[in-house]
């Protein structure tokens, strides 16, 4: 096998925060990625079985914030005998150093996997200072 | 589930009690052919079938491999990530790798009835208790 690397389970990290949710019901921190290619700034989370429908993206003042609601519907007419992990809703937010164009942000959701690019302004490029 | 502390005494009495059924109960097992954490799973029931659901964000269904054998389930298979290449990398929270665990279901399965479903990276196994370990009932002449 070419990846011997073994999957640990990681422990949920519940949400928290100055303010409360007007939503009862627990809130957990997405495990998320961020890198930064030529182009774009690249944000990739962690929303288990929240559906493309219930994601709410948001990029305002330089801070960007992505929540995930889970339908709970679908285990009403489940009991549950054994639990090892429990379910809520996601939300993250992350303040943006670099200049975005808001308008160039794309997101796609697969597998439970966020991915947003937000793409970097043209018309701030790296400036170089030589010093005199 | 609403869990409140009111009397700390019961509380102390609830988690000893607790222990004590992890002690002596054999379900979900700990004799697994492969000792793996991954994935979490929770285990509901479903009228008279068991209903297995995991979250494994990341996961692609062909990178899946999920096995039943009476009443042995294996779920394995491989998470990869690949972002390409010339990034920096500004936070690393997501892990990859491969993945291995095996444990015992409380009854046998049905293994020809078993539906699999994989959905914004939640696996949901539908396993339906096999019909000899079903009760019967006895009509009495």
């Known amino acids: 096998m070419t990846d ?7 422990e949920k990290r519940e949400l928290e925060t100055e303010q409360e949710k007007t939503v009862p019901g627990k809130h957990y ?30 990029v305002e003042n330089n801070i960007l914030s992505v929540e995930g609601k889970i339908s709970h519907a679908t285990y009403d007419a489940l009991s549950p ?37 937000l793409p970097k302004t043209k018309d701030a490029p790296p400036r170089r200072i030589e010093i005199a | 589930m609403v869990t409140r502390f009111s009397d700390p005494f019961e509380a102390l009495l609830n988690i000893q009690h607790a222990l004590d059924r992890s002690r002596f109960s054999d379900w979900p097992g700990r004799s697994t052919s492969s000792h793996g954490s991954y994935p979490l799973v929770n285990v ?18 062909e990178d899946l491999d999920i096995s039943i054998q009476r009443n042995q389930l294996r779920i394995s298979g491989k998470k990869s990530i690949d972002y390409g290449e010339n990034i920096s990398i500004h936070r690393q929270e997501r892990s990859a790798g491969t993945f291995d665990r ?5 009854l046998e399965i049905e293994s020809d009835g078993v539906k699999a ?10 396993l339906p208790r096999a019909e000899k370990d079903k009760a019967r009932s006895i009509r009495i002449n």
């Open chain 2, 117 to 126: 479903e994989l959905q914004d990276g939640v696996l949901s196994l539908f």
């Open chain 1, 29 to 58: 921190v997405p495990y998320t990625d961020i890198f930064e290619n030529e182009e774009a700034l690249v944000v990739v989370m962690e929303i288990p079985g929240v559906d493309r429908s219930d994601t709410n993206i948001n």
């Open chain 1, 4 to 10: 011997s690397n073994v999957l640990d389970t990681l």
């Open chain 2, 44 to 61: 509901f029931q479903l009228g008279e079938d068991l209903v297995v659901t995991a979250e494994i964000p990341g996961v692609r269904k």
């Open chain 2, 102 to 106: 095996t444990f015992n279901l409380p």
């Open chain 1, 81 to 117: 005998v054994y639990t090892e992990y429990n379910i809520g809703h996601y939300s993250r937010s992350f303040t943006l150093s670099n200049e975005i164009d808001q308008e160039g942000i794309t997101a796609r959701i697969e597998d439970g996997v966020l991915t947003l690019e």
